[in-house]
């Protein structure tokens, strides 16, 4: 890729800023909570802004746009299903969640199903949040290789390291002040400025439209079983993903967190539909990419002026870098807060922040570690959401709609699920939407039948 010296500038300055702004917010992380969870004092902007940049990485951006340059509108699906997750987290959970004073999704498991479940809950979610983790330090250090041409590992030593280390340094205040800036950069640049120049670079809208297949006209030009797969698939996470919750116990109280979240949601609709348009554009102008993952890089370096290239493809980098200061910091915090801090009985002798902060950079050095050695991204992917919806979502969830439930009965669900998602992994892939449908029936089933049959009924601590 030929970018000119202001690209470059641009790009450089971005990471510059970033690093500055992590140091800075540093001072503000005085106890644990403002650094697991920001103070709990975020009003509705900096609330809805982090939200948005939360949930929408390089999967997001770079993948929408391969989507739309394979299958026109249909590609929505992706970015649709995290819109539709944060919408139903906005009104199932949010409200629920900011009258509670907790760090983590553990803290609720163990309030309804004891000690047991907590530990078993946690190493399920730990999966998860570090899978995902090492996916975005992957696809920063695919995007850094692609802009600037860099070596594949250094590219993502450099872009992961400079995560890694304003997260260790300033934890949620510096994700909080770094994530504003990042979702401000991406709006602009992907939300606005990319759909407007590569629709112009089409011949227009009316030009664009008629010049793709008739089946990208069609939301459902991927199938239904790959539309239905991306529900399943980020649905049910984003409800009860630990990286969402740690970010709705943010808020500052219960209005902000719903009303942001909502907002979140129906941002990364609009996020779709801008990502799509940018991958149909690049498919009517350059129709024969020899990898259709490269349509969104391709499409910004070829179509966009000089600058602009530059600060879309610094919004790409913030898209991805976003995703992962926030699941580096949720997995710190299961370490810490579930693992550590509720089992140790011996406690390192040191403050509060400095053994949290310990703790964040111990999983900076797994992630880095494990993002050098796999290769497979989807498959990551695929992996992390798979035991996070499979096994955890039907005990939690049942938690905040029942008013009695046996206390036994999440355990069961967590440990029958667990080993049916495994099953189905190594049966029939990781690709495949079965393993999650499965486990989730499994819950389901074994959670009813242990309330039916349990004589022992404890409150919900939501009722």
């Known amino acids: 890729m030929v970018l000119s010296p202001i690209d470059y500038v641009i790009i450089a300055l971005y990471f510059i800023a970033i690093v500055a702004i992590g140091f800075a917010a540093a001072r503000l992380s005085k106890t644990q909570e403002d650094y697991l969870v920001a103070g709990r004092r975020l009003s509705f902007p900096l609330f809805f802004g982090c939200m948005a940049a939360l949930t929408l990485g390089g999967g997001s951006t770079i993948g929408s746009a391969e989507l739309g340059y394979e299958h026109g509108l249909g590609g929505i699906w992706l970015n649709l299903s995290i819109g539709l997750g944060l919408v139903l987290a906005g009104f199932l959970v949010t409200s629920k969640l900011s009258r509670l004073r907790a760090l983590s999704v553990n803290e609720v498991v163990e309030k309804s199903y004891g000690p047991t479940a907590r530990v078993f809950s946690s190493v399920l979610t730990l999966v998860y949040t570090l899978t995902l983790s090492v996916v975005q330090v992957i696809s920063i250090g695919t995007i850094i290789n692609g802009v600037v041409g860099l070596d594949p590992t250094l590219s993502m030593v450099a872009?992961?390291?400079?995560?890694?280390?304003y997260t260790f340094v300033g934890g949620m205040w510096s994700v909080t002040m770094t994530d504003i800036v990042q979702f401000v950069v991406k709006t602009v640049g992907i939300l606005i400025l990319a759909p407007i120049f590569c629709i112009s670079a089409a011949g227009g809208w009316d030009a664009l439209m008629a010049q793709v297949p008739e089946s990208f006209l069609s939301v459902g030009s991927m199938g239904f079983d790959k539309s239905f797969s991306y529900v399943v698939l980020y649905v049910p996470g984003l409800i009860i993903g630990q990286d969402i919750w740690q970010r709705i116990f943010t808020a500052k109280n219960e209005k902000v967190s719903k009303r942001g979240t909502i907002g979140a949601g129906i941002y990364s609709?609009?996020?779709?539909?801008?990502?799509?348009?940018i991958g149909m554009?690049?498919?009517?102008?350059?129709?024969?990419?020899?990898?259709?993952q490269n349509a969104f890089v391709v499409g910004v370096s070829t179509f966009l002026p000089v600058g602009v290239r530059g600060l879309v493809l610094a919004a790409a980098m913030a898209a991805t870098m976003s995703v992962s200061s926030g699941t580096i910091l949720a997995s710190s915090t299961i370490l810490y807060n579930d693992l550590y801090a509720r089992f140790a009985k011996k406690r390192l002798k040191l403050g509060e922040v400095a053994v949290t902060r310990l703790f964040s950079l111990l999983i900076g050095a797994v992630v880095m570690i494990c993002s050098l050695w796999i290769n497979d991204v989807l498959v990551g992917i695929d992996i992390c959401y798979g035991y996070l919806s499979g096994c955890v979502f039907v005990p939690l969830v049942a938690s905040f709609v029942l008013k009695r439930f046996s206390p036994h009965a999440g355990l069961y669900a967590l440990g029958a699920s667990a080993v049916v998602v495994t099953v189905c992994f190594l049966v029939v892939g990781t690709s495949s939407s079965v393993p999650i449908v499965a486990g989730m029936a499994t819950g389901l089933a074994v959670y009813a039948a242990a309330n039916l049959f349990s004589k022992q009924k404890t409150p919900s601590p939501f009722h």
Not at 159 to 165: E, F, H, Q, R, S
Not at 269 to 277: C, K, P, S
């Open 159 to 165: 872009g992961g390291g400079i995560v890694i280390l």
């Open 269 to 277: 609709i609009l996020y779709a539909l801008a990502t799509v348009v």
């Open 281 to 292: 554009s690049v498919a009517v102008l350059l129709p024969h990419l020899d990898d259709p």
